[in-house]
């Protein structure tokens, strides 16, 4: 299911659950899932606090961001320093097909597809609560 890795100095973000939260909802638009249990269930976010003085390029400095481009605004945002963007390093990971799973299966793209449209016919079916 889609996923993010930010990496960051501890302190860096006041607010990491929102953070979180907001950058596993940008991953759901981005990668434009249906908005459905199956995948706001199983659509995350994780920043990692790195202790003071474990990040450094190679002049010393230590004040960097790593996570997907696509959120590099959300991130500095949440930081409240604009200048978080131009410290920000990008790494763009895909899973291939079959390297995505719920529930300890691995999904091939098309399974994966085919349940989100069970989903979706099954969710349409439901009377409104």
């Known amino acids: 299911m889609p996923m993010i890795d930010v990496y960051a100095t501890a302190g860096t973000f006041p607010d990491k659950h929102q953070l ?6 940008a991953v759901m638009t981005i990668e434009q899932v249906p908005d459905i249990p ?18 450094s390029n190679v002049d010393g400095d230590d004040n960097y961001v790593r996570i997907q481009v696509q959120l590099t605004n959300i ?4 930081a409240g320093d604009p200048v978080v963007a131009s410290r920000t390093w990008v790494l763009l990971t895909e899973a291939p097909d079959g390297g995505w799973g719920l529930g300890g299966h691995a999904s091939t793209n098309e399974e994966l597809v085919a349940a989100a449209r069970a989903q979706i016919a ?8």
């Open 122 to 129: 099954e969710l349409s079916r439901k009377p409104e609560e």
């Open 75 to 78: 991130a500095a945002n949440a």
């Open 20 to 25: 979180a939260a907001d950058l596993a909802s």
């Open 38 to 55: 199956m995948f706001r269930q199983n659509t995350a976010a994780f920043i990692h606090d790195l202790p003071v003085g474990s990040l």
